[in-house]
């Protein structure tokens, strides 16, 4: 099973509140990211918020059906 798939599991697991407390997490990762990457101009990896930004993606879509399923019910 590939780590995606694993880390997409875990997140339907997870409640609205957690999943905000978890994109909050990553938005403060991604702009200290941004800042270490603007003013040291490199970061070592920068594949990191390629990572970041597809993982928020992630969860928004999650909030977004979690949202759609509690107005359905």
């Known amino acids: ?9 875990a997140l339907r697991a997870m409640t609205v509140e957690a999943l905000n407390e978890e994109l ?23 594949h990191q918020l390629t990572l970041l930004r597809k993982r928020i993606a992630r969860i928004k879509t999650l909030m ?4 759609g399923e509690a107005n359905v019910n």
């Open 64 to 67: 977004t059906e979690k949202a």
């Open 24 to 46: 909050l997490s990553l938005r403060k990762q991604q702009f200290v990211l941004r800042l270490k990457r603007r003013t040291e101009g490199t970061l070592e990896k920068p």
């Open 1 to 9: 099973m590939s780590k995606i798939t694993e880390d997409t599991k």
